[in-house]
C-alpha cells in the first residue's frame, strides 16, 4: 500500500518541503525551476500529512480495514499523479519508476502511475505539426500521406503518433515537446540543490540521470541506438524470433522527431494485465483480488528471492490443451448446431482466454538485456513496461531506446565480473572489483559491500534483507560502516537491474538477476580469452575502467 511507502518517506518529504520554503520567496516567484517544485510538495505533502495521520489512528485508536486504505488511496491517486503528470519533467519520471512497485502501492495507485508510462496529458496537435516543419522545413503533408492527430502514447517528453510516409510505409513519430529541455534542466538544477543539502548520498544517481537525459533529449543518439541494439539482437538470435526492434527512419530523423516502424499490440505491461484480468473474470476472480493477495502475501513474507510458479514449458502446455479442448468442444457444439440446432437454441463455440506466458516473457526480457550488457556494451537503462510492446503474435516489441547507456571494453568486462561473483556468491572478488574501481568505506567490511552489491544489482528478495524494510536495510549498513567514496560508473547498470527487477515484480515474476546474467557473463569472459578463475588483483587493475569518483562524508 501506498502507507508502506509514506513510512519511508515521510521525513524526507517533510524535511524537503521545508527546505523549499526556507529558499525564499524570491526562488519561488522568480525561478521556474522552485516553482514547479514548489507545486510538486503542495501536491504531496498534504496527502503524506493525511496517510500518516491515518497510520497513527490505526496504531492507537481505531484499526485501519484494508476497504478503508482502498478509499484512501482512490481519494488521492487520481488528483495526485494527475497534478504531477502536468508538471512533466522529471516528477513525471518518478511516476513512471513507481509504476513497476505494485508490492508497495496499491491499485489505485498503480492505475494512476501507469497512465504516465505512455499517458502523460498530450500536446495539441499543432504543437505537433509545428515542431514537425521546424525540424523538417517542409509541411506535413509534404512528408505524410497520414498523420493520425490522436496520440498513440505521450511520456515525459514527447508524444508518439502514428503515421503513413508517402510511399506507403506504416511508422511511428516520436516528437519531442518544445519545452522538455528547459523543464529537465530546471528540474535537476532544483533537485540537485536540495538533494546536496539533503541526500548527499543520492548525488551519483542524480548525475547519472542528468547525463542520460542530455542524451535522451536529442533523438538522432535514439535512431543510432535502435540500429546498433537492433543488429545486436539478429547477431544472437533473438530477432525475429523472440523481440522485434523497430528500425529508424535516418533521413526523417532529427533532434526532435524520431520515425521508426510501427510495431503493432498493447504496452507489455497492459497487454499482461488485460489477459490476466480476463482470465481472472474467468475463473471466478478479478485482477484487483490477485494484486491484492500478493501484496498481503509480501506484506507478511517479504519479497520472494525468486519465482516459484509453474515454468514456461508448463504453462505452454497448459495453453496447448485449453486450444485442444475448445476444438473437441467445438467439433462437438457443430455437430450440434447442425443438426439439433435447427429445431433447438444453437450453443456458443467456446474460446477460452489463454494466460499469458509470463514465466517465457520474463526470461526472453532477462536474456536479451543480458547479452545488451555483457556481450554489446549497448543497453537499455530504462527498461520500464511502458518501453515495451506485446504483439500479436506473442513477441515483445523493444521500442524506446531513449535512455540507452554505452560501456567500454573494460566496464563491460567489470559488468561480468560483478554478475559472475554475484552468482558464485565470491564475496571476496566483489571486493576487489569495488576496491579497484575506487569503493572506500570507514571500516572496510567486506560483507556490508557484499550486501550493497546484491540489492544494488541482483535482488531486493528475504534472502538480501530480511525482514527489515528497504530503509531500514540500507540505513543498517551504512550505520555499520559508511561508504565515504564511490565509484558512478555502473548507475546506470544499477538503474537497469532496478527496472527490470520491477518489471518482473509487477507481472507477479520476482527475479534474480544474475540467475540470467552469471552464466552469460562466464561464457562472455571465456569468448574473450578472460576465464572467470584466471582473474587476479593485478589484472582488476590492468582493466580499470576510467572513473570518477563521489564523495561523502555520514555523521
Not at 509534404?142 to 506507403?168: C, K, M, W
Not at 549497448?378 to 521500442?399: E, Q, S, Y
Not at 582493466?543 to 570518477?548: A, G, L, R, V
Request: overall charge neutral.
Amino acid at each position: 500500500m501506498f502507507r508502506r511507502t509514506l513510512n519511508l518517506s515521510t521525513r524526507a518529504s517533510g524535511v524537503a518541503f521545508a527546505g523549499c520554503l526556507g529558499s525564499g520567496y524570491y526562488f519561488v516567484e522568480n525561478d521556474e525551476g522552485a516553482k514547479r517544485a514548489f507545486e510538486a510538495y503542495k501536491t504531496l505533502v498534504p496527502v503524506v500529512l493525511h496517510y500518516r495521520l491515518a497510520d497513527a489512528k490505526g496504531k492507537y485508536f481505531q484499526p485501519m480495514t484494508e476497504e478503508d486504505w482502498q478509499a484512501l488511496d482512490e481519494k488521492y491517486a487520481v488528483s495526485t499523479v494527475s497534478k504531477l503528470g502536468k508538471l512533466q519533467g522529471m516528477y513525471c519520471k518518478y511516476c513512471q519508476s513507481a509504476a513497476g512497485f505494485t508490492n508497495t502501492f496499491g491499485p489505485s495507485w498503480i492505475r494512476e502511475f501507469r497512465t504516465l508510462e505512455s499517458n502523460v496529458p498530450p500536446r495539441p496537435i499543432e504543437a505537433v505539426y509545428k515542431t514537425i516543419e521546424e525540424e523538417t522545413g517542409k509541411q506535413v503533408n509534404e512528408t505524410f500521406a497520414y498523420f493520425d492527430p490522436v496520440p498513440l502514447g505521450s511520456a515525459s517528453i514527447g508524444q508518439v503518433h502514428a503515421a503513413r510516409l508517402l510511399n506507403g510505409k506504416e511508422v511511428a513519430v516520436k516528437v519531442q515537446y518544445p519545452e522538455a529541455q528547459a523543464l529537465f534542466e530546471e528540474d535537476i538544477h532544483t533537485i540537485r540543490s536540495l538533494t546536496e543539502r539533503l541526500a548527499p548520498e543520492q548525488i551519483v544517481l542524480l548525475e547519472a540521470i542528468e547525463k542520460q537525459n542530455a542524451a535522451e533529449l536529442d533523438y538522432r543518439n535514439e535512431a543510432n541506438n535502435l540500429m546498433d541494439v537492433s543488429k545486436n539482437m539478429e547477431k544472437h538470435g533473438f530477432q525475429p524470433r523472440e523481440v522485434l526492434v523497430p528500425k529508424p527512419v535516418p533521413l526523417l530523423t532529427t533532434r526532435r522527431m524520431l520515425v521508426m516502424d510501427l510495431l503493432p499490440g498493447p504496452k507489455l505491461a497492459d497487454g499482461i494485465r488485460d489477459s490476466i484480468s480476463t482470465w481472472a473474470k474467468q475463473h471466478g476472480t478479478t485482477l484487483n483480488d490477485l494484486e491484492r493477495e500478493t501484496r498481503a502475501r509480501i506484506e507478511k513474507e517479504g519479497i520472494p528471492t525468486k519465482y516459484e510458479g509453474p515454468s514456461a514449458g508448463q504453462i505452454n502446455l497448459f495453453r496447448k490443451l485449453l486450444r485442444t479442448r475448445d476444438g473437441l468442444l467445438n467439433f462437438a457444439i457443430a455437430g450440434y448446431n447442425g443438426t439439433a440446432g435447427w429445431i433447438m437454441p444453437p450453443i456458443k463455440y467456446r474460446q477460452s482466454s489463454l494466460p499469458p506466458n509470463i514465466p517465457r516473457i520474463v526470461d526472453t526480457l532477462m536474456r536479451a538485456h543480458g547479452y545488451q550488457l555483457l556481450k554489446d556494451g549497448v543497453f537499455n537503462a530504462d527498461p520500464n513496461g511502458g518501453n515495451f510492446t506485446l504483439l500479436p503474435d506473442g513477441r515483445i516489441g523493444m521500442i524506446d531506446y531513449g535512455a540507452t547507456k554505452r560501456f567500454s571494453r573494460n566496464e563491460r568486462l567489470s559488468a561480468c565480473l560483478i554478475y559472475a561473483a554475484l552468482a558464485r556468491k565470491d564475496e571476496q572478488r566483489l571486493y576487489d572489483l569495488c576496491e579497484v574501481a575506487g569503493y572506500k568505506s570507514k571500516h572496510g567490511k567486506t560483507h556490508v559491500l557484499y550486501k550493497l552489491m546484491q540489492f544494488g544489482y541482483d535482488s531486493w528478495g528475504k534472502e538480501v534483507i530480511g525482514e527489515q524494510n528497504i530503509q531500514q536495510f540500507i540505513d543498517g549498513l551504512k550505520s555499520e560502516d559508511p561508504w565515504e567514496e564511490v565509484p558512478d560508473n555502473f548507475t546506470m547498470l544499477k538503474l537497469m537491474s532496478i527496472r527490470l527487477r520491477a518489471l518482473a515484480l509487477g507481472m507477479n515474476h520476482p527475479v534474480k538477476c544474475s540467475e540470467w546474467f552469471g552464466p552469460i557473463a562466464e561464457k562472455v569472459l571465456e569468448e574473450e580469452g578472460l576465464p572467470y578463475d584466471t582473474w587476479t588483483y593485478d589484472m582488476l587493475v590492468k582493466h580499470k575502467p576510467e572513473i570518477t569518483i563521489q564523495k561523502y562524508k555520514f555523521g
